[in-house]
């Protein structure tokens, strides 16, 4: 070996026993056990793009019918996702866009439900049924409910102060929500701090998984919730809190959020939008495809591992355990910690 060849390696072999001998631990991204045990399993394939415009659900006469995928098979279902029959039985009629309109099981026509937000679109969109602007002039001069005195002060901290890798798409910022709006003037997320914590731990244990925690919501003040509550129809308010009660958004200890993949910086697919005012959204609905309904369960362990409950009526909407302890508050976000 010429002497400049044994000058390098000898180099490379300081750099490594150097290395070796530092204090700092090895970063490793594999797994550790806690955090395979939140996966549900292996990740199913997606679905054939052709089966894609029938996934849906249907109305018959006996009931609401899905057309699912699940295990790879494109199937019929009833409304608590049992098998009927695989769907190379049904016979679809498609529009131009390939979205099927009907399908036909022998002499029974399936029609097709029109609840998904367009091709295109991520927000399923409500009508108010009063003008936003005029309702905000009234929640802003309202007073929130009364209440006993809270166990513990609040004590709102910013999440991506505490984590940069949490990423944020606060949607009532931006009018693309449910009512079409701009309600936030900033696009924040505040939580009190052993809520904040939780999704810190959350967002940490699923990035060797390959996944990251996007967050839609987080506080929001009670007058926001009064905005929220007049403005929708009654057949909708399912989806809102009453301001009469408040929610646990107003205590700083309720998030909003869905997964984004480390790889390619996007959202996953649920098996619905966020806000959307449908049964897709529930936590349980059997519909949609296997992946999306992974990633809906991977979702769920990985919260309630650190404290969180799932609503049951929203699958993106995690409460924190102890959301008792904290009072509702109104503050906006411009004075928070200011």
């Known amino acids: 070996m010429r002497l400049a060849d044994r000058l390098i390696a000898g180099a490379a072999l300081l750099a490594a026993l150097v290395a070796g001998c530092s204090s700092a631990p090895a970063v490793s991204t594999a797994p550790r056990p806690e955090e395979r045990a939140l996966l549900p399993g292996p990740i199913p394939a997606p679905p054939p793009e052709r089966w894609l415009g029938l996934i849906g659900e249907y109305d018959s006469s ?73 309702l905000r002039a009234e929640a802003l001069a309202a007073s929130p409910p009364a209440e006993r005195p809270a166990a513990h002060a609040a004590d709102l901290v910013e999440l991506i102060r505490l984590d940069p890798t949490i990423r944020l798409e606060v949607r009532y910022a931006t009018t693309n929500n449910f009512l079409g709006t701009r309600f936030y003037d900033e696009g924040r997320a505040f939580l009190q701090r052993p809520a904040a914590d939780a999704v810190v731990r959350a967002n940490r244990s699923l990035r060797p998984l390959g996944y990251g925690l996007l967050v839609h919501d987080a506080y929001r003040p009670w007058y926001v919730t009064k905005m929220f509550w ?42 619905s939008t966020y806000d959307e005012s449908t049964d897709r959204a529930f936590a349980n609905y059997p519909g949609g495809t296997s992946r999306q309904r992974w990633h809906r369960a991977l979702l769920r362990r990985t919260m309630e591992a650190q404290g969180f409950i799932q609503n049951p009526h929203e699958w993106w909407h995690y409460d924190y355990a102890s959301w008792r302890d904290y009072p509702i508050g109104n503050v906006p976000f411009d004075r928070i910690g200011r």
Request: proline share 6%; hydrophobic share 40%; net charge neutral.
């Open 62 to 134: 006996a009931g609401t019918r899905f057309v699912l995928e699940r295990d790879g098979r494109l199937m019929l279902a009833d409304s608590a996702g049992r098998d009927l029959s695989s769907a190379d039985q049904l016979r679809f009629e498609r529009d131009a866009s390939g979205r099927a309109i009907t399908a036909h099981a022998g002499d029974v026509t399936l029609t097709r439900r029109d609840i998904e937000p367009r091709a295109g679109t991520n927000q399923l969109r409500i009508t108010p049924v009063r003008p936003v602007e005029a």
């Open 230 to 271: 007049d403005a929708t129809p009654a057949d909708k308010r399912w989806l809102v809190a009453n301001p009469a009660n408040g929610s646990n958004h107003n205590r700083g200890a309720a998030v909003d959020l869905t997964l984004f993949d480390l790889a390619t910086g996007q959202p996953v697919e649920m098996p």
